[in-house]
T-cell receptor, first 112, second 115 residues
Framework: NAGVTQTPKFQVLKTGQSMTLQCAQDMNHNSMYWYRQDPGMGLRLIYYSASEGTTDKGEVPNGYNVSRLNKREFSLRLESAAPSQTSVYFC???????????FGPGTRLLVL | QKEVEQDPGPLSVPEGAIVSLNCTYSNSAFQYFMWYRQYSRKGPELLMYTYSSGNKEDGRFTAQVDKSSKYISLFIRDSQPSDSATYLCAMSWGAGGTSYGKLTFGQGTILTVHP
C-alpha cells in the first residue's frame, strides 16, 4: 500500500515548455486534489476532482489543466510554464466521510 | 484578509518545553479542523482531527477548538527534537462529500526544538 505517489520528484523547465505532473493513489479514494505550496502562502488548491469523471477549479487554477484519468490517477498539466509557477506541487486524496486528506511526497518544479 | 491566519514563526524552543500553536479563522461555517505536520522536503501528514468545538488528546498532542472565538490550538507537551517541522492548520465546512473534502490551510508555523 503505497498511498499517494507523485512523479517526477524534481523538474527544471524553461519558460514556455510544457509538462505533466502525475499522481496516483491506491486507497480507492473518490476525491483527489492538486495544491501548490509557496513560502509564506501555505497550501493553495489548484484543481480538485470530487469523483472519477469530474474536475473543478480551486483557488489558483490559471495556467493549469487537469485530467482525472481513472479513479486512481489525477494529472496536472502546465501547457506553457512561467517562472511564477516555480513551486512545490502536492497531490492529495480523500475517500472517507471525514474531511481529511492524504498527501503525496511532492514535486519540486523550477521554471527558468 | 485570509480566511485562515497562522503565525508563520519561526518558533524555537528547548527540548521538553510545552509548545502552543494557534490559528484564527473568519468563516463561521467551518466545522472540521485538522493539524498537519510537514517535515522538510516531505508531504504534509495528518496529525490531529477534530469535529466542531472541544478538545482532543493523542499522546503528547492536544488539539483545542473554540468555535465561539474562531480559534484553534495545538499543544505539544514534552517537545522533542523530532517534533521539529512545519505545522499547518486546516479546516473545512462540509459534511461528508458535500464540500468534496476541500480544505483551507493556514500558512504554517515552522517549529524547531533544540536539544
Amino acid at each position: 500500500n503505497a498511498g499517494v505517489t507523485q512523479t517526477p520528484k524534481f523538474q527544471v523547465l524553461k519558460t514556455g515548455q510544457s509538462m505533466t505532473l502525475q499522481c496516483a493513489q491506491d486507497m480507492n479514494h473518490n476525491s483527489m486534489y492538486w495544491y501548490r505550496q509557496d513560502p509564506g502562502m501555505g497550501l493553495r488548491l489548484i484543481y480538485y476532482s470530487a469523483s472519477e469523471g469530474t474536475t473543478d477549479k480551486g483557488e489558483v487554477p490559471n495556467g493549469y489543466n487537469v485530467s482525472r484519468l481513472n479513479k486512481r490517477e489525477f494529472s496536472l498539466r502546465l501547457e506553457s510554464a512561467a517562472p511564477s509557477q516555480t513551486s512545490v506541487y502536492f497531490c492529495a486524496s480523500n475517500g472517507g466521510t471525514q474531511e481529511t486528506q492524504y498527501f503525496g511526497p511532492g514535486t519540486r518544479l523550477l521554471v527558468l | 484578509q485570509k480566511e485562515v491566519e497562522q503565525d508563520p514563526g519561526p518558533l524555537s524552543v528547548p527540548e521538553g518545553a510545552i509548545v502552543s500553536l494557534n490559528c484564527t479563522y473568519s468563516n463561521s461555517a467551518f466545522q472540521y479542523f485538522m493539524w498537519y505536520r510537514q517535515y522538510s522536503r516531505k508531504g504534509p501528514e495528518l496529525l490531529m482531527y477534530t469535529y466542531s468545538s472541544g478538545n482532543k488528546e493523542d499522546g503528547r498532542f492536544t488539539a483545542q477548538v473554540d468555535k465561539s472565538s474562531k480559534y484553534i490550538s495545538l499543544f505539544i507537551r514534552d517537545s522533542q527534537p523530532s517534533d521539529s517541522a512545519t505545522y499547518l492548520c486546516a479546516m473545512s465546512w462540509g459534511a461528508g462529500g458535500t464540500s468534496y473534502g476541500k480544505l483551507t490551510f493556514g500558512q504554517g508555523t515552522i517549529l524547531t526544538v533544540h536539544p
